[in-house]
């Protein structure tokens, strides 16, 4: 029996996920949580075999968390699912640790087989993303810019895409203001731009909106 634990503050997404496995075969849903601070709280009581980490949980950004959860946790097994882009982020969860990524996009039967082959210990990402990654990079403007960038730049990116402040950042982040401002005025070095607004609009050329 894989035991499953979802985090995903969306109660009908939990429990939808929950139907999808405990319908088939071999899956035991041990918990569920709506929030990063009730994801570690679980983790104190159940060990389980696979941790379902929506990217946008509350309180701690989505890869922050993971990190987290592989320091405290390093045999835990971790599977990133999320409604933004697989560009982009399929690549950031798998540097910072997950055994794989998964879109809410995807087809249902996805979701089984992806938790199943995660834990095996095996790294599962869709068909569609190999595909994208097997492209020339020099052909897809996107991703090449990607490839400047750090996981934590991006975070940071996405972060400030998404109209959040400096503070607000470093609390997501887990950092100070003053490094969120470094960390700003990289991101505009790398993407060749001088200013907040044309710093956004590279945003969006990443479809991080």
Request: glycine share 4%; no cysteine; hydrophobic share 40%.
């Amino acid at each position: 029996m894989i035991k499953v634990l979802i985090a995903d503050n969306h109660p009908i997404v939990r429990m939808g996920v929950t139907s999808v496995l405990e319908a088939a075969n071999g899956f035991e849903v041990v918990e569920t949580a709506s929030t990063t601070s009730e994801l570690f709280e679980k983790l104190e009581k159940v060990t389980p075999d696979v941790i379902m980490l929506e990217m946008d949980i509350p309180e701690i950004n989505g890869i922050a968390t993971l990190r987290k959860l592989k320091k405290e946790n390093p045999d835990v097994k971790v599977l990133m699912y999320s409604g933004q882009s697989e560009d982009v982020y399929a690549l950031s969860t798998i540097r910072a640790g997950a055994f794989g990524y998964l879109s809410k996009a995807s087809d249902i039967d996805y979701i089984i087989s992806a938790v199943r082959k995660v834990s095996e210990g095996n790294m599962f990402i869709t068909n569609e993303l190999a595909q994208r990654l097997a492209f020339d990079e020099g052909t897809q403007k996107p991703r090449r810019f990607f490839r400047k960038l750090s996981t934590r730049e991006v975070e940071v990116l996405k972060l400030l895409a998404s109209g959040k402040r400096n503070k607000d950042v470093a609390i997501g982040l887990n950092l100070n203001e003053k490094t969120v401002s470094t960390y700003k005025a990289r991101l505009m070095k790398k993407l060749n731009v001088d200013n907040m607004v044309d710093l956004l609009q590279q945003a969006k050329a990443l479809e991080l909106y």
